[in-house]
């Protein structure tokens, strides 16, 4: 007898880091063992998660206005007599879960990134109609309760090996809302790591708040760290690329330097925040580390691997940075001359240290107009970076389709995005193209010849 299965519809709305593209990926796995399927549009479906995100200023204002829009699509499906559950996760949920169930009564879930693991339950709770919140920080960790099946697309995937941060920079939400640093076990790890393979993976990017302090348990007792962990995935067949995110340069200890030269693998860009390049000013973030030991730094991993190119990290009118400050952070980011880079104008969070900072609160129009130059020196190299790439034939790996049709989209060893025409059985390969263009945000290119000697 044939069976009908008859799928839920779940829609998936994710902010932020690459932690939360990984753990909505978990929820989506989790979720399809009770018959979910996740869907692009909120139309009709059964359940919308929000994955929130709240390291920016207004996050919860964001969130309360995507509640607003989704709200009459739970209307009209209520209305015909079905049902939508609507959840918040992530870390506005965490921070801010007691507000959201109170201002938003149609909210059936709230909880925060330590509990995913419990969404079943919880999701049972919700369908006879009782409200979850669930933030707290348990003490049993999530990663051993989560599904081994993972949802990939593409030939690129996360694994996360740590979790949460006890570095307490000033200004940061993520040690409240993620909780205590978390190392996995490498035996966890690499399973991961294999059946990742198996599922037709090449890239592998190691994912952590604080990815560089890893220190979990290694393979024959005693702890790894993460040059250990490197190692050993690069080691796996079948594995063609291995990155590493987010670090901080407290923690680029000597043999996490060395395997940038040692390890072919491992690819030759690295995302390394600073947040600022006066030594006054990363006091007070409590970074614990200056302008010039990050120097030495990017000095050491170039000297290692030459062709090693660098993102980061900056905030831009952190209380008391003077315009001497800012040309401090000028000056660093000219010293290091980045591929790519991220900006941000500093916004208070509530509850962190900065928060009380008083003295030297940067006026709103100074502090945009300091970013507005950082941005223009960043764009600069960015573009002068691709520029280089032209007429070179770097291996891109294809892991989706393009835009626009018979196009198809890859990056770069230095992570750029890399557009070529190409034939869709090439994503999933690592190919080489020849750059032919260079925008600001990605380059263009031509496949000269496929991996099989053929020409389309
Ligand atoms: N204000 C501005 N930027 C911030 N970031 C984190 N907290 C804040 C804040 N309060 C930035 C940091 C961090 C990145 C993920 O977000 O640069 O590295
Ligand atoms: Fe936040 Fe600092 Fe931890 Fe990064 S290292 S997550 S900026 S506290």
């Known amino acids: 007898m044939e069976q009908t299965h008859k799928h839920k519809k779940l829609y998936i709305k994710t902010w932020g880091c690459q932690m939360n593209v990984y753990d909505s990926n978990r929820m989506v796995d989790i979720l399809s063992a009770l018959g979910y399927k996740q869907v692009n549009s909120p139309e009709d479906v059964d359940m ?28 009209a499906k209520e209305s015909k007599g079905g049902k939508m559950l ?29 509990v995913y693991h419990q969404l079943p339950e919880m999701v049972l709770k919700a369908s006879s109609d009782e409200r979850v919140i669930n933030t707290e920080f348990p003490t049993i960790s999530k990663f051993d309760s989560l599904p081994d099946e993972h949802t990939i697309e593409g030939a690129s995937a996360y694994l996360s090996i740590q979790e949460g941060c006890d570095n307490f920079c000033t200004f940061c939400v993520v040690p409240y809302t993620r909780g205590a640093e978390y190392s996995r076990s490498a ?16 890239e592998i990017i190691l994912l952590g708040q604080n990815v560089n302090t890893y220190h979990g348990a290694g393979l024959n007792g005693g702890t790894w760290k993460l040059a250990n962990i490197i190692r050993a995935i690069s080691e796996i067949d079948g594995v063609e690329r291995v990155r590493y995110s987010t670090s901080h340069p407290r923690d680029m200890s000597d043999d996490l330097i060395a395997v940038h030269g040692e390890i072919e693998k491992l690819q030759p860009f690295l995302h390394l925040p600073v947040q600022s390049g006066s030594d006054k000013i990363l006091e007070s973030m409590n970074r614990k580390h200056t302008a010039d030991h990050y120097r030495e730094i990017i000095a050491r991993l170039r000297k290692v691997c030459p062709d090693m190119a660098f993102s980061s990290d900056y905030i831009i009118g952190f209380p008391g940075e003077t315009e001497e400050d800012f040309e401090a952070t000028m000056q660093l980011a000219r010293d290091v001359n980045y591929a790519s880079c991220y900006s941000f104008k500093y916004s208070s969070r509530p509850g962190t240290p900065a928060a009380n900072l008083k003295e030297g609160i940067v006026p709103d129009h100074i502090a945009s107009e300091r970013l507005a130059r950082f941005q223009a020196l ?68 031509e496949i000269e010849i496929y991996e099989d000697g053929s020409k389309d």
């Open 48 to 75: 919308i998660i929000l994955n929130t995100c709240h390291i920016r200023e207004k996050a919860i204002e964001k969130v309360f206005s995507e509640l607003g829009r989704l709200r009459p699509y739970k209307q």
């Open 86 to 114: 609507i959840a918040v996760a992530g870390c506005v949920a965490q921070a801010e879960g007691d507000i959201i169930m109170k201002r938003a009564p149609y909210v059936d879930m709230v909880f925060g990134p330590q």
């Open 187 to 202: 035996r966890e790890i690499i399973d991961e790591a294999h059946r990742l393979v198996d599922q037709g993976v090449l």
């Open 378 to 445: 960043i764009n600069e190299q960015q573009t002068a970076f691709n520029q280089t790439c032209i007429g070179r034939t770097p291996p891109i790996l294809f892991d989706r389709k393009g835009k626009k049709p018979d196009q198809l989209s890859g990056r770069s060893p230095y992570f750029q995005s890399v557009y070529v025409q190409g034939n869709e059985r090439l994503i999933g390969h690592i190919i080489p193209v020849k750059i032919t263009q260079a925008f600001d945000n990605s380059l263009t290119g």
